[in-house]
């Protein structure tokens, strides 16, 4: 259990970090109280993240079944239950409708329930497209580093060679795979701006269609 903690720690602070796009677009773009909203949950799930990574630091990731499959089934509804605060403040829409919001972003299924998408704040479109991006970047890490080496859903069966070496070992190769994907991943997503910018789309619009875009969370921002 304090294994799950810990790794739950490292996405929730990752969350927070990535909650500063979204509250400098409301900054920049005159919404304030949407600029507070997103940098006041992004201190809290930032303070109570590393309180967490700080507390548990001593502990050592396990390659086991359990905790992997663990992992991957309680880590998207918490980080949407998190990540729907700041859309519940900065919309009219019930805390439980962003929660549905929050969720279909970040597992990039691209359900919606909000109609009139240019009449929302534009941090609220930039937000759910971040939330998007995350989603497809955690499930590339969650395809790559835990189902297929478990053959679940009918992925090849293999075990990762680091799963047999010391915990030491294991962490710094889990580092390192985590390393590459992030910077494939964002690679693609900038090459996809600069096309969207070339063909004359707007800068805002291309940051955010780009995260739909890589993410295959296909959520837009205009109607």
């Known amino acids: ?53 700080v507390a548990l630091r001593g502990v050592t990731i396990p390659a086991r079944r359990l905790h992997a499959l663990a992992l991957v089934s309680i880590a998207w509804p918490i980080l949407a239950a998190i990540a729907a605060i700041p859309l519940w403040f900065v919309s009219e829409i019930s805390y439980w409708r962003a929660v549905f919001e929050a969720l279909s ?35 590339l890490l969650a395809v790559t580093l835990i189902l297929a080496p478990l053959g679940v859903g009918g992925l090849p069966a293999r075990r990762l060679s680091f799963m047999d070496d010391s915990a030491r070992s294991r962490q ?13 991943y964002s690679l693609t997503t900038m090459a996809c701006v600069l096309w969207l910018l070339a063909a004359a789309v707007p800068p805002f619009d ?7 875009t890589v993410s295959t969370g296909g959520m837009t921002i205009h109607d």
């Open 206 to 212: 291309a940051f955010c269609l780009s995260m739909t």
């Open 172 to 184: 710094l190769r889990l580092t390192s795979q985590i390393r590459l994907i992030g910077v494939a």
């Open 105 to 139: 972003a970040i597992t990039t299924t691209g359900f919606t329930l909000i109609g009139n998408l240019d009449a929302m704040p534009a941090s609220m479109m930039a937000w759910r497209s971040i939330l998007q991006w995350y989603g497809g970047f955690l499930t």
């Open 1 to 53: 259990m304090p294994t799950i903690v810990l790794q739950l720690a490292f996405l929730t602070a990752g969350l927070a970090g990535l909650m500063l796009f979204p509250a400098l677009t409301a900054l920049s773009r005159g919404e304030m109280d949407g600029a507070t909203a997103y940098f006041t949950t992004a201190l809290l799930t930032a303070g109570l993240s590393v309180t967490l990574i």
